[in-house]
């Protein structure tokens, strides 16, 4: 270490004098995730040249994609949590009135056994087409905390849903306008050169 419990204080100025050679190779790594950073840059500009799409569109995008993905996360543990719940409380059997077994009885006739894979995926499946207002009803919530949860689900869906319409028409909106500008500036510049 710089200063062991058997130092007596000789030799902890060369040790001390380290300090500056550790900051300069420290700022060397610095520069090199620079110049990374610099060349995605670059390869970023390339395929916004090549695609005629701006990074921060898709950034904007990819951002409301995940936004939904994660609710549609919570939500679908929410409902897989209210089944489990209930099993739980009911002596590790499947509460009768519940989706979980509601959806057995129609896609299969044998006794019910869900791993909670299936039930994450089925339950997150649900988040999906409630969340987007879709509903197949192919899973219908029947207890009272089902129908609770999928009555807050269908509310909170349809304002994520307007906030995703509303943000999609502003990043088009944006880039539209940007490149209307560009459009006019360089119209303007043209009229100036041939005058």
Not at 115 to 132: E, Q
Not at 166 to 189: N, Y
Request: charged share 20%; aromatic share 12%.
């Amino acid at each position: 270490g710089f200063c062991s419990p058997k130092d007596d204080g000789e030799g902890a100025g060369d040790q001390l004098a380290l300090i500056p050679r550790l900051l300069r190779v420290f700022r060397i790594f610095k520069l090199v995730k620079l110049f990374r950073l610099v060349k995605l840059m670059n390869v970023i500009s390339t395929w916004e040249d090549e695609a005629g799409i701006g990074f921060s569109r898709v950034l904007r995008m990819l951002t409301l994609f995940f936004q939904m993905l994660f609710l549609s996360h919570i939500a679908g543990c929410l409902f897989a949590y209210i089944a489990l719940d209930a099993k739980e409380s009911n002596g590790d059997v499947w509460e009768e009135d519940s989706w979980v077994v509601r959806y057995a009885n129609t896609s299969l006739d044998e006794e019910i056994e869900v791993s909670t894979f299936r039930l994450y995926t089925v339950s997150f499946y649900w988040a999906i087409t409630t969340l987007t207002t879709v509903g197949y009803g192919d899973i219908l919530p029947f207890t009272t905390s089902e129908l609770i949860l999928t009555v807050v689900v269908q509310f909170v869906g349809t304002l994520v849903f307007g906030y995703v319409m509303a943000s999609i028409t502003s990043v088009v909106s944006t880039e539209d306008m940007t490149a209307m500008l560009i459009k006019k500036k360089i119209g303007e510049l043209n009229e100036y050169m041939t005058h």
